[in-house]
């Protein structure tokens, strides 16, 4: 049955289990925060001292917890587990062709890397997509892999946009107060294109990233050449939101794949990831080092 809470100092809680009726509380609380893990707003309710007013459980509502296997890719409602995620990408790594799942293997890569299973286990992707933090391990991945979210507003009305463009600023993306994020399509990878991701932190267990970064490259047959025909690489941990790295981009796209493309692809990262001295986070030595 749907819930509805009363807490201390006005706290409304709301459990629907219906998209309609989640569409209609936004509608009626513009600033209501969504939860399903509680690991962001509980820690801003609690340590931050955040007072929100209004919050709305989406763990149960249906069309937010979709896991469908297409044939062009994966489609993945925003409350889906991170857990339940991984255990998908197990389960198409062994069904799909090899060369389809390049993207499913970084994420695989990438999870293992991510808090812990308890936090795993209720921490859902679209909370980790619309907290947009700069040092979200999955933020870059979703942009390197040519992922689209689909956005829905309190009218039922559905966009599509490309995560690449999604993320604006500081902790900020491209939703207005009456929208919410319904789902993630993550497409199938092309024989010759790759996705790779990587992490740097302190720990390697259940720790925050120093940087890290989701890749994708799509080579063509040239003759005897393998020519770059797309690519994109996305830093998180060295700019306000997951960076781009648009020149180097530019640069590799049409190039043979080979070390001269790797000596150049370097000068260019070293523009379009640019730590000042004084970049908040500190270590800029050390993140601008792994650019390197
Ligand atoms: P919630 O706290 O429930 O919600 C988060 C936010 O997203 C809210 O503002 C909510 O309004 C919004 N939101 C949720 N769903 C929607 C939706 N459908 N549409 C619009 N807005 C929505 N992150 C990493 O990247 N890497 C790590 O290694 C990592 N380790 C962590 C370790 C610990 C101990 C903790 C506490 C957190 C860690 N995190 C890490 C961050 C966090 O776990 C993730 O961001 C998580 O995926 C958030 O999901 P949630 O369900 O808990 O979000």
């Excluded at 870059?140 to 992922?147: N, R, S, V």
């Excluded at 010759?192 to 940087?211: G, L, N, P, S, T």
């Excluded at 003759?223 to 640069?251: C, H, N, R």
């Amino acid at each position: 049955t749907p819930l509805y809470l009363n807490g201390f100092g006005g706290l409304k809680w709301f459990r629907p289990l219906k998209i309609q009726h989640l569409l209609e509380l936004k509608a009626k609380f513009p600033d209501a925060k969504l939860v399903v893990g509680n690991t962001e707003v509980g820690i801003e309710m609690r340590l931050k001292r955040i007072q929100y007013k209004v919050l709305i459980s989406v763990a149960h509502v249906p069309e937010l917890n979709v896991l469908h296997v297409k044939d062009d890719g994966l489609e993945i409602g925003a409350a889906v587990r991170l857990s339940e995620l991984l255990q998908m990408f197990r389960k198409v790594i062994n069904e799909r062709a090899a060369h389809e799942t390049s993207s499913c293997k970084a994420f695989i890569e990438q999870i293992k890397w991510f808090a812990g299973t308890q936090i795993k286990n209720v921490a859902c992707v679209g909370g980790n997509i619309c907290t947009a933090s700069p040092i979200s391990d999955l933020n870059p991945l979703w942009m390197a892999a040519g992922a689209k979210f689909q956005i829905i507003d309190c009218k039922g009305n559905i966009r599509t946009i490309m995560a690449e463009n999604f993320f604006l600023g500081y902790r900020k993306v491209d939703l207005t107060s009456g929208e919410i994020l319904l789902s993630i399509f993550l497409p199938w990878t092309r024989p010759f294109e790759y996705v790779k991701e990587f992490k740097q932190a302190h720990r390697r267990d259940d720790d925050i990233a120093i940087v890290n970064a989701g890749m994708r490259v799509f080579l063509e047959e040239k003759g005897e050449d393998l020519v770059v025909s797309d690519s994109l690489i996305v830093y998180g941990g060295v700019a306000p939101l997951s960076l781009s790295a648009v020149k180097t981009k530019e640069f590799i796209i049409g190039k043979n794949w080979d070390q001269e493309l790797l000596q150049g692809a370097l000068k260019f990262l070293e523009i379009d990831i640019f730590l000042k001295e004084d970049a908040p986070g500190g270590m800029v030595e050390f993140r601008k080092s792994f650019n390197t």
